[in-house]
């Protein structure tokens, strides 16, 4: 079921996004060469405490996994496509660093997520993580109220597939603000219920797209998801609310930081 919200939520909601991207500003500097994860997550969690809110990922458990998540953020690594486990890895010169976050600000909760190019990477790595942030935004273009749902889906799919890369369809954005997941799930390939877009929907756009196959694994500590031929992954998410029959974009773009 669809929970749409209303004005006084959305707002809550938003106050959360802005507190969550304000965090990654803060922090984009700080994720460089030489850095351990794990002291990436502890800047993270204190900074969310100090601001008076709450790490929605922290203690998160799917049924399928068999231990919570046990991190304020996700950090991936290359072929790592989400929900790697902060560590005492460090960043590498070239890598990409996929970073993905939520709060919780008096109960209302906020998702954002980004790729960050550590040093110099690739060109064919750096042309994945921008057509990444380009198939977020074309999947955000095509939110429109009284349309349908994979209309986002086919906008991200055919974005990513001209330039051959591999799609992600085992993971997907979804509805979000008064929990972490809610209903719908927002695919990025056409796929399952397609419901109407309507004022007070409030969702998580969040292309996962790989330079080469769009299968994935996930590794035995039940969460790291990582491609199946072990080639680079990108990711990027926004929070976006339609209200007015217009899109709000509830999280702040930070692509001017990290590219
Ligand atoms: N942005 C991801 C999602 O929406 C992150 C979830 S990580 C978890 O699914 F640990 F909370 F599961
Ligand atoms: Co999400």
New binding site residues.
């Given amino acids: 079921m669809i929970r749409l919200k209303n004005e006084k939520q959305i707002d809550g909601i938003r106050k959360s996004c802005k507190l969550l991207s304000a965090m990654y500003r803060e922090l984009i500097p700080l994720v460089k060469v030489g850095v351990q994860t794990i002291e990436i997550d502890r800047w993270v969690q204190e900074w969310i405490k100090r601001a008076g809110g709450k790490p929605?990922?922290l203690g998160?458990g799917?049924p399928k996994n068999h231990t919570p998540?046990p991190a304020a953020m996700?950090i991936s690594i290359n072929d790592e496509v989400?929900?790697g486990i902060p560590s005492k890895r460090r960043i590498r010169e070239g890598d990409l660093v996929s970073l993905?976050c939520?709060i919780d600000l008096g109960g209302f909760i906020s998702?954002q997520?980004i790729s960050i190019e550590a040093g110099k990477v690739s060109k064919p790595v750096h042309d994945l993580n921008i057509a990444t942030r380009e198939c977020l935004y074309r999947g955000i273009a095509a939110v429109k109220a009284g349309d349908r749902l994979l209309q986002i889906a086919r906008a991200v799919e055919s974005h990513a597939k001209v330039r051959g890369y591999g799609i992600v369809h085992e993971?997907c954005g979804?509805g979000v603000g008064l929990a972490?997941?809610e209903d719908p799930q927002v695919p990025n390939y056409p796929h399952g219920p397609n419901p109407r877009m309507n004022n007070g929907m409030v969702f998580?756009i969040?292309p996962m797209i790989n330079l080469g196959t769009g299968d994935v694994e996930t590794l035995e500590d039940g969460w790291t998801v990582v491609t199946a031929d072990n080639q680079v992954s990108a990711h990027w998410?926004h929070t976006v609310a339609i209200i007015n029959d217009q899109v709000e974009i509830l999280t702040e773009p930070l692509e001017g930081m990290v590219s």
């Fill in positions: 929605v990922f998160y799917q998540y996700c989400i929900h993905d939520g998702d997520a993971f979804h972490l997941h998580a969040e998410e």
